[in-house]
Nanobody
Framework: QVQVVESGGGLVQAGGSLTLSCAAS????????MGWYRQAPGKQRELIAS???????NYADSVKGRFTISRESNKNTVYLQMNSLKPEDTAVYYC?????????????WGQGTQVTVSS
């Protein structure tokens, strides 16, 4: 079993910064990639940033230039540095880990962490 735990959410003023952390632990053979999603009230969950095992990064247009995803591979930990935050960034932020056990791939999710940006 694999556990994914996010931390670092909170309340911040518009224009401020926040860093989210996500750690995957448990029976992990290999992590192929990790990512950050967010879900605002009444909206679908959307992918905002991802990073592969080789370090390749992808960002949603809405966060490009403001958010940075990074990873500590030896710790199965990923971070999301969020700068120039806007009220529309308010959402529950979820982390996922895509794992491989030698035969099949699995996706695990964290419980989510709330980010609220006040205007």
């Amino acid at each position: 079993q694999v556990q994914v735990v996010e931390s670092g959410g909170g309340l911040v003023q518009a224009g401020g910064s926040l860093t989210l952390s996500c750690a995957a632990s448990g029976s992990i053979f290999r992590i192929n990639g990790m990512g950050w999603y967010r879900q605002a009230p009444g909206k679908q969950r959307e992918l905002i940033a991802s990073i592969t095992n080789s370090g390749s990064r992808n960002y949603a247009d809405s966060v490009k230039g403001r958010f940075t995803i990074s990873r500590e591979s030896n710790k199965n930990t990923v971070y999301l540095q969020m700068n120039s935050l806007k009220p529309e960034d308010t959402a529950v932020y979820y982390c996922n880990a895509d794992t491989w056990d030698g035969r099949a791939g699995y996706r695990y999710w964290g419980q989510g962490t709330q980010v609220t940006v006040s205007s």
